[in-house]
């Protein structure tokens, strides 16, 4: 699981100053500054990951322990995507901050940069983001201290943070089902000429786990097993190309049970598959004292590149599975990459990129469902919204920013949160108070949380076409009482409804409510849209000030909510 683009600066935050002329210092966060020394380098002259991977590792687990106040452990460490190596002589500075914390978990945003001291120029290396999870020695689970955010870009990363949980959470299960709803579009395995074996790049290599290994808990060092993993993994890709590679990325890293002083730690590495520029690398680690069996400690999928010396990506030798277990190997490597292509197209676009819809299919509906609820809750953190009108309780906010429009609109009603949700959740319930809704069919129910549905609304100019919109509609509810309900929406595309002739198609690039909880009575609803040209003529007259449809509509709403406050909300079945 990715969640780069969102909220990948979060360490950069501009000074704050507090109203009493204090800087404001986040109180969990911790900084390690080292200097590249040989012993850190590999034959090239560079940092090693593993090297990297440990510093990053001990500074995250001190900045969750100055929080929790007790002893933490590595739980999982999120995808890594390495953008620059690190040169000898060179300094890494390491950022960490505890972004949220759950009840005896938390998570911890890592920043990673390189400084050139002689040109006092600075770049970022990576980000990550890690759980580590709180123990006491007595027994008993530890009831974490809430994390309070100060500034922006805390609020932002705290939002998320939640959402990044879910996919943790979730990230077996999705795996699973991806590679189940991809396994009919890969096809068999292809013989190459003058392919190389996947034997040849099998790695099988034991570390006995010392005191220097042990973190203070005489568990053995999360960083430590990471930069094993690193080894191997390496050593594997370099049989395949018979040269030096680079390692790109990391998929997650999760801890499934500890190891400790005296456990002979096994680590097997071999190339899963090999494409023209990148190679995957599966890697695992098992640990065993005496004649015990091997405990499954933790396994990753590390993507390497050859490059050339003006860092290119070099063309790689082909791979021969191995029979069976290996083309099976060989298959899920496909399908891995294609989800790594769509969450990183997903995740990482950039909001003026044209078209603003993306493909909807089964395998990248999560990284969707997940972009469409990011998207919202930065949104909803920003703090340079400017009141442009209020009118008998509903206010109308904007704020202009790289040739973006957005807007929200906030209002009050009488009816209870969870309620509220409910009522709102169904879009075509919209068409009840909302006159932009014309029409609205439900065409896919994905699960509990999304929905797919067609929406048409009515020309704007007297004989002009009307627009339809495919939208996800993704929904959440708190994750606890400092969470608003969520009721995402954003513009996809569907093989099985293309453009007609009737309307012109439309694109909403993020748009949806934010519902909190006031009282046991009273709800906060803000609706947010980011506007594109394409519904500029709905809303321009509007931000003039010089119509009272948005007063409408959300009075309506607040209408349509009372009226039904004591209805049973309910989602039909859906059409498939």
Not at 77 to 88: K, L, M, P, R, S
Not at 260 to 287: P, Q, T, W, Y
Not at 392 to 417: D, S, W
Request: hydrophobic share 35%.
């Amino acid at each position: 699981m990715t969640t780069q683009g969102a909220g990948t600066d979060t360490m950069q935050d501009p000074l704050f100053i507090l109203e009493t002329g204090e800087v404001y210092r986040n109180p969990t966060e911790v900084k390690m500054s080292q200097i590249v020394m040989p012993c850190h380098a590999n034959h090239c002259g560079e940092l090693s990951v593993g090297q990297l991977l440990k510093w990053m590792d001990s500074t995250a687990c001190l900045s969750a322990e100055r929080h929790a106040g007790c002893s933490c452990i590595t739980a999982s460490v999120d995808d890594i995507h390495f953008e620059h190596t690190i040169g000898v002589g060179k300094v890494v500075n390491i950022i960490a901050k505890v972004n949220r914390a759950f009840t005896s978990s938390m998570e911890v945003g890592i920043l990673a940069t390189c400084e050139d001291l002689y040109t006092d120029k600075q770049w970022r290396v990576c980000n990550a983001f890690a759980t580590y999870v709180a123990r006491r020695t007595e027994a008993g689970k530890v009831q974490l201290k809430q994390v309070i955010p100060r500034t922006q870009l805390e609020q932002m990363e705290y939002s998320l943070a939640a959402e990044r949980r879910r996919m943790r959470l979730i990230h077996a299960e999705i795996i699973t089902d991806l590679l189940s709803s991809s396994a009919a579009q890969l096809g068999q395995c292809q013989e190459y000429q003058d392919a190389v074996p996947a034997e040849r790049t099998r790695v099988e290599s034991v570390e006995l786990v010392l005191p220097p290994h042990a973190n203070h808990q005489v568990n053995t060092f999360g960083g430590q097993i990471m930069a094993w993993m690193e080894n191997v993994a390496t050593i594997a890709a370099s049989r395949l190309c018979n040269a030096h590679p680079t390692l790109k990325t990391i998929d997650m890293f999760h801890f499934h049970g500890p190891s400790h002083i005296g456990d002979r730690l096994v680590l097997k590495a071999i190339v899963n598959n090999a494409f023209k520029h990148s190679m995957e690398v599966g890697v695992c680690a098992e640990a065993y004292q005496g004649g015990e069996p091997l405990r499954h400690i933790n396994s990753a999928f590390m993507t390497f590149e050859l490059l050339d010396k003006e860092k290119k990506p070099c063309t790689l030798p082909r791979i021969r599975p191995e029979p069976v277990d290996g083309k099976r190997r060989y298959q899920e490597a496909i399908a891995r990459k294609k989800i790594r292509l769509d969450r990183k197209y997903i995740i990482s676009c950039k909001q003026t990129d044209v078209p603003l819809s993306v493909p909807w299919d089964p395998s990248n509906q999560i990284y969707l469902s997940y972009n469409n609820i990011s998207a919202l809750k930065l949104m909803d953190a920003r703090t340079n919204w400017m009141l442009t009108s209020e009118k008998i309780k509903v206010r109308l906010y904007t704020v202009e920013e790289n040739q973006m429009l957005c807007f929200k609109v906030e209002t009050h009603v009488g009816v209870p949160a969870e309620q509220t949700f409910h009522l709102l959740t169904d879009l075509r319930r919209r068409q009840e108070w909302d006159p932009h809704y014309e029409k609205c069919e439900m065409i896919i129910q994905v699960d509990e949380d999304d929905t797919l549905y067609r929406v048409a609304t009515p020309s704007v100019s007297k004989g002009g076409k009307g627009q339809d919109f495919i939208l996800l509609a993704s929904r959440r509810k708190p994750c606890d009482a400092r969470d608003p309900y969520l009721i995402a929406l954003r513009s996809v595309t569907l093989p099985t409804h293309p453009p007609t002739e009737d309307y012109t198609r439309g694109e909403v690039l993020c748009a949806g409510f934010t519902i909190w909880e006031e009282s046991t009575t009273v709800t906060k609803i803000t609706y947010y849209n980011q506007a594109t040209p394409g519904v500029f003529p709905y809303i321009s007259t509007d931000i003039a000030g010089l119509s009272s449809s948005f007063y409408n509509a959300f009075s309506a709403c607040s209408h349509f909510l009372e009226t039904n406050k004591n209805s049973q909300a309910t989602v039909q079945p859906c059409a498939q």
